[in-house]
């Protein structure tokens, strides 16, 4: 089992989202506990250890540490804007 951590931008938009996607995306970020890797996820091009999930308009991208069993939630954003610096 991978612990999952999120970094404080991430939370930020989390407590931002709207309602109807809330509980979906926080329960598809403690899933990845149990698989980091679910069906759907896709690694991110030009990055070793980045992947995304979609959750309806929104996508979250997080980093997976195999070694030390840590998934860490980069960001959690409107599918328009996340992959923005």
Avoid: C, W
């Avoid at 938009?13 to 309602?19: D, S």
């Avoid at 250890?49 to 860490?72: C, F, H, K, P, S």
């Amino acid at each position: 089992m991978y612990k999952v951590s999120i970094s404080r931008p991430a939370q930020k938009n989390v407590r931002n989202i709207p309602k109807d996607y809330y509980q979906t995306i926080v329960k598809r970020i403690f899933e990845l506990a149990e698989n980091p890797r679910p069906f759907g996820s896709k690694k991110l091009s030009g990055f070793d250890n980045l992947y995304r999930i979609r959750v309806g308009v929104y996508r979250i991208i997080y980093a997976i540490e195999d070694n030390i069993l840590t998934v860490e939630i980069i960001k959690v954003d409107h599918r328009s804007s996340v992959y923005r610096v």
